[in-house]
């Protein structure tokens, strides 16, 4: 579950334990606080997978998300043929799901066959992103494709286009 309080409550906790380091995956912002404390009391922090910019952490180690959504939305033009309209599924406002989605839309706007109808917020939550692709298939009846950013989004989508019996009419590329 997203929970950020929850999240900083238990770095703070680690952080009182007196790590040798702490990995933490930087989903927001409101982890700086925590990260600066840790690393200012002399436990090295790594950000992972997502970064907090502008904290004291050591170093982050994590996927080009850029590259990853252009990759994406690479393999998704592939498998409409170039030509369709499609839909992306997120969980919006996360940093790094933010930078797969500008990479997706980069890359189909080179693709003037293609039409972008829409992005969908998941939170993170199959039935949310299963409602999500639904609305889009029932907005748009020529839907070809949908690119998924995060995991629960192509957990929906698939529940999504197999309920409304368009499996394999409509493509899904999901990563995570």
């Known amino acids: 579950d997203y929970d950020m309080s929850a999240m900083i409550s238990t770095l703070e906790q680690t952080l009182a334990r007196r790590p040798a380091g702490i990995l933490v995956v930087g989903f927001d912002a409101a982890l700086k606080p ?32 850029d590259a990853a959504g252009v990759a994406g939305a690479r393999a998704l033009a592939q498998a409409i ?25 980069e890359e189909l706007a080179r693709h003037p066959g293609i039409r972008l109808v829409g992005i969908g917020n998941t939170n993170s939550d199959p039935t949310a992103a299963a409602s999500a692709a639904a609305a889009f298939l029932q907005r748009s009846p020529d839907l070809a494709g949908i690119g998924c950013v995060e995991a629960a989004g192509g957990i929906g989508a698939g529940t999504a286009v197999r309920e409304a019996g368009r499996a394999g009419k409509v493509k899904i590329i999901a990563m995570d």
Do not use: M
């Open 34 to 65: 925590a990260i600066d404390r840790a690393v200012e009391s002399g436990v090295p922090v790594i950000t992972l997978d997502s970064d907090v910019p502008g904290s004291k952490r050591l170093c982050f180690i994590g996927t080009g998300n």
């Open 81 to 105: 043929g170039d030509k369709g309209s499609v839909a992306i599924l997120t969980k919006t406002g996360q940093p790094n799901l933010e930078e797969r989605v500008r990479g997706y839309r």
